[in-house]
Protein backbone atom coordinates (compact mmCIF):
# COMPACT_ATOMS: atom_id res chain seq x y z
CA UNK A 1 0.00 0.00 0.00
CA UNK A 2 1.29 3.49 -0.70
CA UNK A 3 0.72 5.23 2.76
CA UNK A 4 1.72 8.42 1.36
CA UNK A 5 -1.49 8.56 -1.12
CA UNK A 6 -3.41 6.58 1.32
CA UNK A 7 -3.24 9.70 3.87
CA UNK A 8 -3.83 12.19 1.06
CA UNK A 9 -6.68 10.69 0.10
CA UNK A 10 -7.80 10.43 3.78
CA UNK A 11 -6.98 13.96 4.34
CA UNK A 12 -8.84 14.98 1.05
CA UNK A 13 -12.13 12.63 1.49
CA UNK A 14 -12.20 13.69 5.12
CA UNK A 15 -12.77 17.47 3.70
CA UNK A 16 -14.55 16.61 1.31
CA UNK A 17 -17.11 14.29 3.52
CA UNK A 18 -17.30 17.31 6.18
CA UNK A 19 -17.95 19.92 3.52
CA UNK A 20 -20.59 17.92 2.05
CA UNK A 21 -22.51 17.15 5.31
CA UNK A 22 -21.87 21.12 6.27
CA UNK A 23 -23.84 21.43 2.82
CA UNK A 24 -26.76 18.62 3.71
CA UNK A 25 -27.37 18.75 6.94
CA UNK A 26 -26.38 22.41 8.06
CA UNK A 27 -27.97 24.16 5.47
CA UNK A 28 -30.49 22.44 2.73
CA UNK A 29 -31.67 20.84 5.93
CA UNK A 30 -31.67 23.20 8.45
CA UNK A 31 -35.22 24.39 8.14
CA UNK A 32 -36.22 20.80 8.74
CA UNK A 33 -34.22 19.59 11.53
CA UNK A 34 -35.56 23.17 13.29
CA UNK A 35 -39.04 21.98 12.77
CA UNK A 36 -38.41 18.57 14.25
CA UNK A 37 -35.98 19.85 17.00
CA UNK A 38 -37.89 17.69 19.78
CA UNK A 39 -36.21 14.38 17.99
CA UNK A 40 -32.25 16.25 18.18
CA UNK A 41 -29.69 17.24 20.44
CA UNK A 42 -29.85 21.00 22.19
CA UNK A 43 -27.06 22.54 19.95
CA UNK A 44 -25.00 23.15 23.05
CA UNK A 45 -25.18 19.68 23.81
CA UNK A 46 -24.64 18.56 19.76
CA UNK A 47 -21.52 20.57 19.94
CA UNK A 48 -20.12 18.62 23.24
CA UNK A 49 -20.36 15.67 21.09
CA UNK A 50 -19.47 16.88 17.91
CA UNK A 51 -15.46 15.13 18.38
CA UNK A 52 -17.57 12.15 18.29
CA UNK A 53 -18.74 12.84 14.99
CA UNK A 54 -15.69 14.35 13.29
CA UNK A 55 -13.74 10.81 14.43
CA UNK A 56 -16.54 8.61 12.76
CA UNK A 57 -16.21 10.60 9.81
CA UNK A 58 -12.35 10.00 9.99
CA UNK A 59 -12.97 6.49 10.48
CA UNK A 60 -15.49 6.40 7.75
CA UNK A 61 -13.19 7.35 5.41
CA UNK A 62 -10.45 5.92 5.94
CA UNK A 63 -12.27 2.55 5.99
CA UNK A 64 -14.08 3.52 2.30
CA UNK A 65 -10.40 4.13 1.02
CA UNK A 66 -8.70 1.24 2.35
CA UNK A 67 -11.87 -1.18 1.16
CA UNK A 68 -11.15 0.59 -2.31
CA UNK A 69 -7.46 -0.23 -2.34
CA UNK A 70 -8.36 -3.79 -1.21
CA UNK A 71 -9.64 -4.43 -4.58
CA UNK A 72 -8.70 -1.58 -6.80
CA UNK A 73 -8.15 -2.44 -10.60
CA UNK A 74 -6.83 0.72 -11.61
CA UNK A 75 -9.78 0.98 -14.45
CA UNK A 76 -10.69 4.95 -13.93
CA UNK A 77 -13.17 6.79 -12.49
CA UNK A 78 -15.76 4.37 -13.79
CA UNK A 79 -14.43 2.04 -11.10
CA UNK A 80 -14.76 4.53 -8.23
CA UNK A 81 -18.33 5.64 -9.58
CA UNK A 82 -19.09 2.17 -9.27
CA UNK A 83 -17.33 1.26 -5.65
CA UNK A 84 -18.94 4.58 -4.45
CA UNK A 85 -22.36 3.47 -5.89
CA UNK A 86 -22.48 0.63 -4.06
CA UNK A 87 -21.34 1.82 -0.96
CA UNK A 88 -23.65 4.95 -1.26
CA UNK A 89 -26.69 2.57 -1.63
CA UNK A 90 -25.77 0.27 1.04
CA UNK A 91 -25.48 3.44 3.76
CA UNK A 92 -28.88 4.47 1.97
CA UNK A 93 -30.71 1.62 2.46
CA UNK A 94 -30.16 2.13 6.31
CA UNK A 95 -30.88 5.81 6.26
CA UNK A 96 -34.33 5.01 4.77
CA UNK A 97 -34.64 2.24 7.25
CA UNK A 98 -34.60 5.07 10.10
CA UNK A 99 -37.93 5.98 8.73
CA UNK A 100 -39.67 3.07 10.64
CA UNK A 101 -38.42 4.19 14.01
CA UNK A 102 -37.67 7.91 13.80
CA UNK A 103 -41.29 9.96 13.55
CA UNK A 104 -40.50 11.86 10.80
CA UNK A 105 -41.68 12.89 7.36
CA UNK A 106 -40.52 10.20 4.64
CA UNK A 107 -38.39 12.76 3.03
CA UNK A 108 -35.98 13.51 5.56
CA UNK A 109 -34.61 9.85 4.95
CA UNK A 110 -35.21 9.99 1.60
CA UNK A 111 -32.87 13.10 1.44
CA UNK A 112 -30.17 11.32 3.48
CA UNK A 113 -30.06 8.28 1.07
CA UNK A 114 -30.22 10.26 -1.83
CA UNK A 115 -27.37 12.33 -0.21
CA UNK A 116 -25.56 9.16 0.77
CA UNK A 117 -25.36 7.69 -2.47
CA UNK A 118 -24.44 11.11 -4.27
CA UNK A 119 -21.45 11.24 -1.31
CA UNK A 120 -20.93 7.66 -2.49
CA UNK A 121 -20.81 8.55 -6.14
CA UNK A 122 -18.28 11.65 -6.08
CA UNK A 123 -15.97 10.29 -2.94
CA UNK A 124 -15.43 7.15 -5.50
CA UNK A 125 -14.70 9.61 -8.23
CA UNK A 126 -12.27 11.43 -5.99
CA UNK A 127 -10.30 8.14 -4.37
CA UNK A 128 -10.24 6.83 -8.08
CA UNK A 129 -8.45 10.39 -9.20
CA UNK A 130 -6.28 9.83 -6.47
CA UNK A 131 -5.24 6.40 -7.03
CA UNK A 132 -5.28 6.40 -10.88
CA UNK A 133 -1.58 5.97 -11.52
CA UNK A 134 -0.92 3.39 -8.52
CA UNK A 135 0.51 0.44 -9.18
CA UNK A 136 -1.27 -2.90 -8.28
CA UNK A 137 1.47 -5.09 -6.08
Known amino acids: MNTKRFAISAFVLFIFTFASDFLLHGMLLQETYKATAILWRPDAEFESVMWIMTLTQLLFVVVFIFIFTRNYE ?45 WGILAGVIISLLYKEETIA
Open 74 to 118: GKGIGEGVRYGFYIGLLLAILDVQKYVYTPVDFTLPLTWAIGKIL
